[in-house]
Structures are given as C-alpha cells and as structure tokens.
C-alpha cells in the first residue's frame, strides 16, 4: 500500500512536534508538508534540534502548501484557526484530524461562549466525530473529520466511562480533580509557564470554568444519559508530561467495580485497568500512547475514586491522533504507537 | 526574660532542620541541646553545611543530652519514639511539642490500628492538646504537652474548619485531594523518594488508607460535632516544599462563603483569605509560616472548592510548632516567624 | 536614626522582588516607591501574592515616582535604561545603585560592543564604583553611584581574588566554567525560558561570548595587574535559584592555597572558605547573601580548582546591593542580611 | 535468522532497566533470562510498572538462570560483581557486554587501586575490548568480551577524540568539566540522591578523583600517544538523564576545527556534529543513542570549547550496550536503535 500522504498544520507546539515525532517513526505514513507561519521557511531541525538527522524538510508558509493533495492534514494550530480552513479541504476530498477544540463542542453556542466568537462553521460540527477510539471506534473509522479529544477530557473520560456506561454512578456530583505537566499549556511565551515561576511550586487554576469542561460534561453526559452534575478542578504540576486525573463518584458498596473496568477495557489495546490496590504514576506512561487506571474504594466510604495517567502529549493529542488516523485508514490500531514508555 | 531553653530531639530529618534554621532567628529561644543518635558527636554544620557560620554545636546522642534542664524539648523523631520519652520530660517539669504522630490521636485504639503497636503512655493523650492555634489557641497556650499538627491534616482543617464550624457543609462526603512536595515523606533512604523515581512524575498513594486520615477526622467530627463521611486521597508532587489541598463539600446555593471565611479568619496572622476568584500558589508561602485559601463555587453545581495551601515545613510543621511555643510561654505568637516567603 | 528612603525602579524582574523582599525586613531602610512602567497603578501584592499582608503599597508609573525625594535608588531595569534617569538624579543629590550593566565597565566603547548602543552618561563611568565590597569597601563607603556587579562575574571573581591578588596563577588561560538557574535568564516571555524548554535539560549557551565576559576580565586584570586570557562559558541549570562557578588556573605545586583563600576571606561576613576535600553546593546559600567556596588540587596535575556558589538573586543581585547600601550609609554590612539559608 | 537469546544480569538498575526497554523492541534480540538478587521471583512489570502489558517474565535468581545457554549476557551490576561470573560463563562459549567498570581498565593496579580490591580475573583485562565503538569497531565486531564506557568516558572521550588523533591539543591540560542528570548515580537508597537534595540544588563531587577520571585518562592517552594532563570534574544537576561535557584543551589559531570534527564523524550512526555557532542541549538526545558535539573558539583565546551531550542511560550505558551487541553479532550496527529522542 502506498503511504499514507499527512499534512500538519502547526507544526511549532507542542502537539505538533510529537505528531512529527509519531509520524516520523510511523510505518505507514510519510509526512507530506509542514505548515508554520510563524517558521516558514527555515528548516524543521534548526527549529528542533533533537530531530537532527531524521528529517530534511522546511516549514511551509499557510498559502505555499498544497494540503489538499494530501490524505489526511492535521490540525495542531491553536483554537479557533482549523475551522476556517477545514471546509476547504474537506470539499477537495481530504480528511481532516483537528487536535484543537474548533469540532469538539456539537453546540455551536457552546463554542461561541467559550471561546468567545462565532463558530466559522457550525454545519460540520454535526458530522464531526469525537476522536475517543474507546467510545467511538467505529465511527471514527468512517469519519471525514475527526475533533481530537482534549487532554484533560480524555484522562477523564476513561476514568468514568465503565461506570456511567454501566449505570453504577450514584446520584451526587462526579468531581474530577485533575493535575496536569505544563505542556498542557502550550509553547506560547507566557510568564507563568516560566521554569521559574513553575517549578517548585503547584496550583490550581480556572477552577470557575475551564474549556475543557463543557467537552467532558458533553462525553459524560452521552454516557450517562442524562445530564450529570460535573466538577472539574484544574491544576499544574512542575513537570514536562503527563495527565493525572482523581475522579470521586458514589457508588453502591456491593459491586465489583474491578470487574467491571476490567471487562469494559478488555481487549483496548491502551487501556491498561492496573490490579486492586495499586497507583499508576504519570511516568509509567510517558512518552507512550496509554492511560492506566486503577479503581479504589476508601474504607467507611460510599464513594469510588478512580486514578488515571496518561501523557497529555500522546494519548492526550498526538498520540491519540494517529490512533484516530489509524482507524480512519484501516491500519491497525497500534501502527506506529508501539514504543514503549520512558522510565526514569 | 531569660531565652526559653529549647531541646531538640530528631534534629537530622527535615522537621528538625527547618525547627533549627527558625529558632536560629528566634528573639526569645535558644537551642540548649540538639539530639541525633545517627550524628551523634558530628558538627551541626558538618551535617548541614547551609548552617556554617551560623552555629557552633555538635548533635549529642540521646542519653547524653541534659533534656530534663529544657524548658522545653520538640520531637522532631519518628512516629513512635517520643512516646517512650515524654512521661520522663515531662514528670521533670519540661513542656514538650511532638512533631510526630504519638500524641495526636486521642483513642489509643486507633493508634495502636494505624500505627501498628500499643501505645506506650495511653493515659497521656487526653492531656495532650492538638496544637493547631486557630482551632484551640487557649488550650495551647497552658499545654505541657502539645501534639504539632500533620502537614496535610493542617492544610485540609484549616480549609474546612469555617464550614464545619458553621454548621455549612451539606451532608455529602467531604472530599480532600491533597497533594504534597517531597519533603513530606522525610529524609529517608528510600528508593521511593529518589529524584530519579520522583521527579516528572506524578501519583497519588495510600488511597485505601494514610495515617493522616483518622487525625482529619477527628478534628473534622470535633467541629462538625458529628461523624463525617471523609474521603482523602494524598498525592506527591515533584517539588521539595508545598502542601496544595483541594477540598469538596456541599453547600447551599445562598450562603457568601467568602465572608463566612473571612471573618472566620479576621485575626488570625497566619492565615490569609484570599479574593474571591484567586488560586493560591504553594511558592507564595514557601519557607513562612502561612496559609493561604481561596473559596469557589463552580458554576452549575453544589459545590463548594476551597483550596488551601501550606508549606508543609513551616505552617505543616516546624513554623507551627514554634507558633504554638509561642503561645505556651506567652510570647507574642508571630515570634521569630515573620521572615517573607521566598519567591521565585 | 531615621530610615533611608528608598526607591525601586523595576520592581517587577526578579531582581526587583528580591529587592523587595530583603527591604522590607530591613531594620534601617524603607521602601518609599516602586516604580514599574508595566504594572504602574496595581498593588504590589496582586502582582507578587507571596507578598500579601507586607505590603501596601502600588507600582507607580515612571513619571508619578517622586525618585527625587529618595535618599538611595536601586534600579532593577533592564540593561540600557538606567543611564537615562541616573545623571538627573545623581544631580538632585539621589545616591545610586545599579543592579544592571549601565555602569560596569569603565570603557565606554566596550559598553557599545557588547550592549549595542551609544553609552548615554560615559562621564560618569569613571566615577562610578563597582559595588563589590571584597574588591573596594571603602570606595564603595562614599560612592555616589555603585554598580551593582553581574551574578556570575560575582561568583567567579570572587572564586579567583586571593589567587590574583597574590600573584598566584600561573601564565595560562583562566577558565571559568559557570553555571546558573533560570532566574538568571530574568522575568521576561521568551520561549527558551519555559519550564518546558528547560526542565530535564542542560546546555551551554553564548560560548563565543557572553556580556558578562568583559566585566569579568575587567576585574581580573585589574586584580591580576595585566591583561589575562579568560574562558569563560555560562550553562543554564534547571533549578530556579543559584550559580555554580568552576574556575580552573595553573599554579605551582608548593604553595598552600587553603590558607592563601582562608587568610583572604579571613573577617569577611558573606564569604565562607569551606574546609579541604569539601564542596559547595547551590542550596547551601538559596535566599542567603552568601558565597562560598571551596579549593580543590586534583592529584597529578598543576592545576587549582576553585569552587563557588552564591545565590544569584542574592549575593548575585539584590543582597548585593543592600550590602552596598549598607556600606553607603555607614551601617552595619550585615543589616538585613542575616536570614539563614532555606534548605531543603 | 534466529534471535540471539540475551540475558541480562542487574536488571533492577536503570542500565538494566533501559536495556530491558531497547532490547523489547530489537528486532533482532530476545531477553531469555533476567537476573535480581533482590527482585528474584517477582514479575518484572511488578517491579517495573512502566512495562506492564509488554514483558511476561520473572527476575530469576542469580543461582537458577541458565545463563550458559545464552548467546550474549550483559552485566548491569555493580562494579566488582561480573569479574566472578565472567570467566565461567566465556568458558561455556557466551559472549559478554559488561555495563559496569570491571573490565575497563587494563591495568589491575589501576583497578585495585579505584575499586579497594583485587581483580577477580586479572588475566582477561588484556582481551576485554573497551566498547566505544567510534574508537574501536572492528575489535569490537569479533570481541568475546566488551567492556562498556562508563557514561562520562563516553561523552568526554568523543568530545576529544579528533583533536587528540589529530595531534592538534596543545600541551596545556585538557579540561573535562562534567555534568550529570541523577540517574548516573543509579537506583541505590542513598539520601544524597532524594529529590529533596537534588532539586533545586547543583555541586561538584569528587573533585579529588572520580573513578571515570583513569578510564578517560587510560583512552585520551592512547588515542594521543602519550600521557596527557587531565583535570576531570563531575558535578551533579538536578535532572534524571544527560550528560553535558565541557572539554577545553589548547589549539593553535589556524585550525579548522569545525571541518575535523565533521571528517572524523562523517559516517558515524550516532555522533552528529552541529553547526558552526551551535550550542547542544541533553533533550536533543534524550532516550535516544545519540552523542551531538560542538566545537567553539572562543574570541580572544587560544583555546577550543568541545561541548558535548549524550543520553547517560542509552549512549552512556544501555544504548552503547546494544550498539556493541549489534557488532559483535553482524547486525547493522543502528538495529533497535533508530526511535527518535523525546522533546519536550
């Protein structure tokens, strides 16, 4: 079969360098252009020095790449900038991967009062596919554009989707309390995500609305069926990668819940459901497509809390992305997503 | 006056380093005597070199050490060994300030459950005081025994204790997601605790159970005036200093919590209420004596999120244990603790 | 005695905060305004919340500030800016110090090579004192205007004083192999300066020349009596405080160099010559305006390897400078100075 | 082909680990054995949660692996260990890397006189091959027994490597100043390697002798045809991998430095020579085999700056590991060796 022929489109963040990574190393895929307007023209390796010897290619301007000869183009631009170019591309026949959050809302209003304009193109957002292979593998198969889930709503959902899917979460509010590496937060040049103002310190932040909200209230909710009272708190923690989400739910004392993780992830070739007892570190997932999970219930409590890792670069967007590709273009699941997590 | 002469037992972890650099700068206190029996007969400054120039001492060994001619002695040891030690101090007339555990629980069954042995002076810990000052201040002040609050239990009641008090948290569970800096676990040789195992890494640990679970309780119970449903999950975090506690509770939608907190705080010189819409930063405390909070209520749910943070060091120990000497020897209670936290 | 009257022009940098912090707990010296074009009009503690409940005051924009009225002020701009705003004031009878580059190297043509512009004041570079106090106390005693010295020429010539001084290195090159946290780099947006770019990272940077290598050799040969071949090459350590200066000279085999450091130091209150074989590491100084050193002979070589660390924030900057304003108005060196280092 | 059954003996340490973690993916190798005194009977996935879902065996015990019946065992022990094992297991026809220093120094003074006690098997030295495979491959292709560089050896020696068979250093010392992320420490319970001392913190050590100092010594002079000054000194930063090394050594004025660099490494898999003006970062080369060097002149000075980065666990240890197993097996030399270094 010949490659799979991708474009990105914001190849300077933190998503896109990883997606450059993935792809790099990917069996079926070649890397057809970069777009960067902020790089254009000068060559991937002098802006990214550890990519050294492993590629030849120069950044395009946005108007000096041909995406629409391309496969696939994902998107790895910041919020609010695919939506005007994926109508385009989509008419030319080419599928799209958006790792922004412009096709991730199904509420054009929603969009609009989160990220404070109008939505360019609210009739794609009923056919965009939300990107979770784990609650929609076989609609992401056939998808022409596919919302990449956000980092702290795919920690998240994973957490609690065995439980709301089975019906087991009692009636108060689900709190997910998550902590996350301060790539999260992009590469944009912002004083607070200065080493000096990071490290050796924790915070949390946004705990009155965060964007992310709305997108797992939106998953959530589908899966429960109804609409579940949801708090999400934020935070930072000093380090590159990884997403660790604690998640609080009530539940009835006589189920197994164990189990039930366990056989709603059997066969998931990324969800690792840890035994009984255990605590999974962000570490243990690094540098890996994997979420690991482990469910506890507190003695003399009626609640369960659920812990679950993943790296927010890989699982959490970039990763995540060529999972979505490799369903959108019958590979198998793992191409390209094999290399193992890196320990210390 | 005369200096209050102050002993030191377990002067080489990280309680007993921080006790020392304060007392150091202490108008009212000097360090009659310092007590390691791992360093014993070394230099002070030999074992911690960021103290050259500043003391003269040698650690002396614990039956060396002229205890009984202190006005006061703080153990800074491991859980358990104070215990063996304060009915001999104290029937000599010494007042003591546990940094560890020993005196904290009031029922000696619980601590027999989480500390694994029988405790050894059960009928001392009705007499012991729990020397957090903003819950019980003029107990303190005529103590000869005060148990020095855990770190997490001092973040997670100081960020609860407003509610309790007044009757406002809702009948769910209360939950404190706590996350705190290395230094907490000690100065140990543990694999555990390496900078290669912790460092870009985070975890949460003990969810089925940490010791200071039944010391929140019971200080929780005690305000409530009731049992309460608590769920506490401890979390560590790749930094040295800093505890950050997120606390979950139910609350009616009409109350002004932010003023339900200030005016519970109006006063007190060590906790700082923050504006409404802020997030406290565990640097903003670091090596002070403090602790800052900040109260939301996330929009669409029930809940309140009070965020508090500590330096686990200051305010999580040795700074409180020094503020509650203070008070036992009627010294003015910001003595020798208003040095600014060190930021960045 | 009333209180100098200080100002702060940029406060915002870190130099400024830490100026801040040393000064507010000065026993003879009062901040009467801060001036940041930045943050003119916001409270002092909404910008730097680790300062909350010490401090009342507002940033004040460039043209509100009566500097005039000041009996000393400290300016904590970037390069460049200071010499526009000194001269007037050196004329109201304002002293000065200069925590950036303005004013440290005599030759004003050096200034143009290394800062890229025209010198504003180059007539009162000769009068300009270089404020480090182990150099030149007393002309720093009466100086109207002292130039604060760089963080790393700090460390270095104070690494290789006793050694030039005495005449002891022998004709080949001095290299000095320098290392600092990110503070150094300032408070600044630039993208190399994230945590996500710096942490689990090391590198070298500015090897063909770094602005700090002209004041460096301008001290050493002025020490040394001749020009001296000087390499030096700056590295950025992930941690946020403290420089680390490796320094390599020839010496001959003979001389005892632990008492040539020792007698050099001997009375000196922030330098501290530790005993044979030891090593000084960065923490033992954090927040403390210390320097201390260390001096090693590898066997089977002719070489002297000195060691020192300082805070650069410290000792490297603001503690600096309040030494030199103590020296300036006749108090004792060591006011304000006192706290200890925080470690862990 | 068949794969070449491997054993590894020390898997618990981090060369072990990450040997465990490239060899996983080696299209060439299997792991039929891996050896712990101290996790004997334990998955290794209990031990190592990173690898769970990709590695089924048990640690086995030193007396029950069948380490006879592999092709090839690597040691990843501690110093001392494989010089008793190695003669017995070369006698039943198995090949051997040695990861630690047993077999390094030729010299059996030399080893008694670094590691306080006599060689086990002196009379093997003069056979053992030093495994740097840029300063030795063909001895490597046909060695029975490899000595594996120590990760500073690796980074210094590259660093020096064409200047010294060039002829180009002058006669002044070469200067090796070192740094290195924790994990060169290894995984021991040591409290000098808690993240508590680590971070935040920087020092040199061993400034008086470091063991790498006669294994760096032993090749500089080799490659320069006499004994050659060495000042080495290590430093420690707040990290877990990476090596920088900062050699200076004396040239003459004329050299093109940059162009021997390029020819001595044009062809070299791993070894990439940057740019003119560039300075190399440990991230760039982090988990991946990769040495990157610079070479600066600094202006005004008769000296050359080689800086160089490497991985400590992968080209400084494990990496290096497999490289030389390709050799000595026929294979192409970058099999298993080709995934990309991870940035952020």
Not at 253 to 261: E, R
Request: hydrophobic share 45%.
């Amino acid at each position: 079969m010949d490659r799979i022929r991708v474009g990105i489109v914001g190849g300077t963040g933190y998503g896109g360098m990883e997606l450059v990574r993935l792809l790099l190393d990917h069996p079926a895929a070649e890397i057809a252009c970069l777009v960067s307007r902020s790089e254009a023209g000068r060559r991937v390796d002098a802006v990214f020095p550890h990519l050294r010897g492993r590629i030849e290619q120069t950044f395009q301007g946005p108007d000096d790449a041909d995406l629409a000869a391309c496969d696939l183009v994902f998107f790895a631009t910041p919020n609010g900038v695919a939506m005007h170019q994926v109508p385009g591309l989509l008419a030319s026949g080419v599928r799209i991967i958006d790792l922004a959050a412009d096709f991730r809302l199904r509420d054009p209003a929603a969009w609009t009062q989160w990220y404070g304009e109008a939505h360019a193109c609210p009739e794609l957002l009923a056919d965009a596919i939300y990107g979770l292979p784990e609650l929609d593998r076989d609609a992401i198969r056939s998808a022409r554009l596919v919302a990449n889930p956000g980092c702290y709503p795919t920690a998240v959902i994973l957490a609690l989707l065995p439980l709301l899917r089975a019906g087991l979460a009692g009636p108060g509010a689900l709190i997910a309390d998550a902590k996350s590496g301060a790539s999260g937060a992009g590469r944009g040049a912002v004083v607070g995500n200065l080493l000096t103002e990071l490290s050796e310190n924790f915070r949390a932040y946004r705990v009155a609305g965060h964007r992310h909200l709305p997108e797992i209230r939106q998953a959530l909710d589908r899966l429960a069926g109804q609409a579940r009272e949801l708090v999400f708190v934020p935070h930072v923690v000093p380090m590159i990668r990884g997403i660790h989400a604690t998640c609080y739910a009530e539940v009835d004392a006589g189920i197994d819940l164990q189990a039930v993780y366990e056989d709603a992830y059997a066969g998931e070739p990324f969800v690792d459901v840890l035994a009984p007892g255990e605590h999974p570190e962000t570490r243990s997932v690094r540098g890996a497509n994997l979420c690991r999970i482990a469910v506890h219930r507190p003695p003399q409590t009626g609640r369960v809390v659920v812990l679950s890792v993943i790296d927010n670069l890989v699982k959490g967007a970039a990763g995540q992305a060529v999972q979505n590709m490799n369903l959108m273009f019958g590979l198998p699941e793992t191409s390209g997503l094999t290399s193992l997590p890196i320990a210390p």
